[in-house]
């Protein structure tokens, strides 16, 4: 079983549309985040829920708008896609915030063309 | 401004030999501070962690990290590589603010060669 999914796995689509990325855990977990991954490899946070709330949105373009409709579960809706919304998006989760060690998925490649 | 430094993109160890994955950090009070390896097309993998205590910290896979006040170092070590020990290695720490996170380092690429 895996611990925290994602899907899908790659996501190729135009400038200008809409897509989503939804991501789920198994561990129990109450803590959920979403991070970015760039063609350099810097990782950067984005958004964090704590119980379906949100608890941490970064300086992250309105067009990213994400969703906890349960606390296993956190999706991430991005409007009006950019060619600079290429990247690699990742899920993790933790059982609380603070310094509990966080759990990835495996990731979900964007590519805007 | 609190931060993790990694001073290296790359490092080269030949197999059998001893490595070392170099991280600073910058941050106030006590530091939390982590290990993280990411293997290709694969999310982040933990590896050890430093809230307090012990200096040496040890971790998965054979890794250890020692905490130096001193040197505000958490250098990530191993004492004979394996060619499988090649991965992209994060060094990170825990950012107190409204909310607490975990901010990354800029990542080293280890190359274990045969």
């Known amino acids: 079983d895996t611990a925290v999914s994602q899907t899908p796995k790659y996501l190729v689509t135009q400038m200008g549309n809409d897509k989503s990325i939804k991501c789920e855990q198994n561990l129990g977990h109450d803590t959920m985040y979403w991070y970015k991954q760039d063609s350099k490899k810097f990782l950067k946070i984005m958004f964090s829920y704590n119980n379906k709330e949100l608890i941490i949105n970064e300086t992250v373009p309105n067009r990213f708008s994400p969703k906890s409709p349960d606390k296993a579960h956190l999706n991430l809706h991005i409007n009006s896609l950019e060619l600079g919304d290429s990247a690699v998006y990742f899920c993790?989760?933790?059982?609380?915030?603070?310094?509990?060690?966080?759990?990835f998925g495996a990731g979900s490649r964007l590519t805007v063309l | 401004a609190q931060s993790v430094a990694q001073p290296e993109d790359q490092v080269n160890v030949a197999e059998g030999n001893p490595l070392t994955v170099k991280c600073t950090y910058s941050?106030?009070?006590?530091?939390?501070l982590f290990w993280y390896v990411q293997y290709p097309n694969r999310g982040l993998q933990f590896l050890l962690k430093y809230i307090t205590g012990d200096n040496l910290v040890k971790g998965s896979y054979g890794f250890e990290a020692e905490f130096n006040k001193s040197q505000t170092s958490f250098h990530l070590k191993k004492p004979s590589a394996l060619v499988s020990d090649s991965a992209l290695y994060f060094c990170?720490?825990?950012?107190?603010?409204?909310?607490?996170?975990?901010?990354f380092g800029s990542g080293t690429r280890l190359s274990i060669r045969p």
């Open positions: 993790a989760s933790s059982q609380e915030t603070g310094a509990n060690v966080l759990t």
């Open positions: 941050v106030s009070g006590n530091p939390y």
């Open positions: 990170a720490h825990l950012k107190y603010s409204s909310a607490s996170k975990i901010i």
